[in-house]
């Protein structure tokens, strides 16, 4: 199973922007059906901290409190891929932005719980 993350970049503070996570490989959906796709970030010092997190079956999503309201999860499943827009940007926003996949549905916030993860693509958002 290969997550590849892309749509990061420099942006001002109060802009958006979209990632994209898309899942591959031959395991998946044939020996790994993900319950949940989720989106973590790591800024520098810090540790990596739950973002957003979606269910399979778009049923449920899920957001840290800090992003609320600006941040939307969406996923396209014909597609294998999970969206995160994010808009109204700030400069704390800023982190390496993570895509990973787990097989249920429990403790979706946790880190250690997910069994797939993409290489992470940059965000940085200027003051």
């Known amino acids: 199973v290969q997550l590849q993350a892309s749509g990061g970049g420099l942006v001002q503070t109060g802009g958006s922007l979209r990632l994209s996570c898309t899942a591959s490989?031959?395991?998946?959906?044939?020996?790994?059906?993900?319950?949940?796709m989720g989106w973590f970030r790591q800024a520098p010092g810090k540790e990596r901290e739950f973002v957003s997190a979606i269910t399979w079956s778009a049923d449920s999503t899920y957001y840290t409190d800090s992003v609320k309201g600006r941040f939307t999860i969406s996923r396209d499943g014909a597609k294998n891929t999970v969206f995160l827009q994010m808009n109204s940007l700030k400069p704390e926003d800023t982190a390496v932005y993570y895509c990973?996949?787990?097989?249920?549905?429990?403790?979706?916030?946790?880190?250690?719980?997910?069994?797939?993860w993409g290489q992470g693509t940059q965000v940085t958002v200027s003051s």
């Open positions: 990973a996949a787990k097989r249920d549905r429990y403790d979706v916030y946790s880190p250690g719980d997910y069994d797939y």
């Open positions: 490989g031959r395991a998946f959906r044939r020996t790994f059906t993900p319950s949940v």
